[in-house]
DNA sequence: ACGGTATTATTGTCCGACAATCCGGCTATC
DNA sequence: GATAGCCGGATTGTCGGACAATAATACCGT
């Protein structure tokens, strides 16, 4: 008889644990919302020390999978966050030195069929969204900070009124990277706050008009300009991000 | 005068501890491959316990920032693997209750261009391994995790072909959420393998001859045969994945 | 220089402790 | 009866110390 044995499993307990706990989430036992047990508890029900528990409780408050409500000690059960996945990814992208002409390509090609998405699936409380944030950004664009958070934001509330989860969380991480290096294009070139602004404002006449075909090509058009800026502003575009 | 008190720092020491090794990757302070310092070092030059060290450490391990390589003790600093993080980013949208149909609305309006851009990008390694991909997938696709596996892996060679990391790392959670469907649908369906086979010789085809216009197109059918499948498979395509 | 061994360093896990503070119930007041 | 304030118990954050297992390193003989 061949008597062979089974690689132990050499992970460690908090891993495990965390495991566990994850794998409850994820079949939905542990629901949203639902407070975790004291971590003495869960200690004596999986038969390891408080100390090993909280390691495991670490990993999954930092995956979003629980997290602590202010001014609450005991955790709860939670989904992660679109924003807070979105900068894991872009913090990734930073590290593995993407330059902004890869940010750039992808925006060029993703932004449109956003905006696209938009202007069909928009709806009236969408709209009146997109139009105060674009009112914030013709009001306040004077200080680089605002004018490029505006921008931004603009850009979320169009991958909101796509209502496609997944439309929002992927260009999301666009978004963030796209930040800094707008951060630096803007103050050089004078004319790119009242290129953003117009085109805001079509992108918006088209959302209104649930123009799909325009909205797509104001967001080309708008991408492209921001190459341009970059350009003139003399910023090389293989530079790596962040 | 006016005496007022600022907001008391209330985040707890691990998570400071843990900012405190994050801002030291980030900036490069820590480079990737180095190691850590001992445990009881980081707590004696942080000031506090080993535990909090600890607990901190988890933390940057599951972000991807450190890891334990086999049969290593001590962590080294590492950069955030993109599967990983893809997988973090499917696991989000699953827990949001994404529908196919927001999955499927993703790829139709992602991946064209991924593949018109492959088409561009790709060198002879790229081309290689993509026809590595394909001849795996007609070898062997009786059992249905091979065929779906292989079919994943061939949009995963595809967005590695593009040499951009965005394409890369955004479309890979696309995939991911693609596949527990696909699973279901390509045992239901008789010719889903052998369009399956058709579209990627013709991606292969148009990759070969650098043709991005046929790329986009041949991909872009081979997404709406996915949906197609579905309806055959008499799937609901606004039910959640996973 | 090198392979193998002995020593040390480091991690994983446990235990116990204590202050801060959140939680839930109780009481007093209106 | 509702509400505000109070109080004790429950829970977390942090600490200190302990010990076995094993990776890392120094040492040593050839």
């Known amino acids: ?116 998405s938009a202007a069909r699936s928009r709806n009236a409380a969408d709209l009146e969204h997109l139009a105060a944030v674009r009112a914030r950004f013709d009001a306040e664009n004077a200080a680089t900070d605002k004018a490029v958070h505006h921008t931004a934001e603009f850009f979320r509330a169009l991958g909101a009124a796509t209502h496609n989860q997944v439309f929002a969380l992927v260009h999301e991480p666009l978004i963030e990277l796209l930040e800094p290096s707008l951060r630096d294009m803007i103050d050089q070139v004078a004319q790119a706050r009242s290129r953003i602004a117009a085109a805001q404002r079509r992108l918006l006449e088209a959302l209104e008009r649930r123009d799909p075909e325009a909205a797509r090509q104001w967001m080309a058009r708008h991408i492209r300009d921001f190459r341009k800026g970059y350009e003139l502003a003399g910023i090389d575009l293989r530079h790596r991000i962040g």
């Not at 999978?65 to 709860?76: C, F, Q, V």
Request: glycine fraction near 4%; hydrophobic fraction near 40%.
């Open 1 to 116: 008889m061949n008597v062979e044995f089974d690689q132990i499993a050499l992970t460690p307990a908090y891993r495990r644990v965390a495991d566990a706990i994850t794998e409850r989430i994820l079949s939905r036992t542990l629901r949203e919302g639902e407070r975790l047990p004291p971590e003495t508890e869960l200690a004596r029900q999986l038969g390891v020390n408080r100390s090993t528990v909280r390691e495991a409780l670490r990993e999954l408050e930092c995956s979003g999978l629980l997290e602590r409500r202010p001014g609450s000690k005991r955790m709860t059960v939670t989904r992660p966050q679109h924003r807070a996945i979105a900068k894991d990814v872009s913090r990734a992208l930073a590290l593995h030195d993407v330059t902004f002409l890869e940010v750039w390509t992808a925006l060029t090609e993703f932004e449109p069929p956003v905006a696209e």
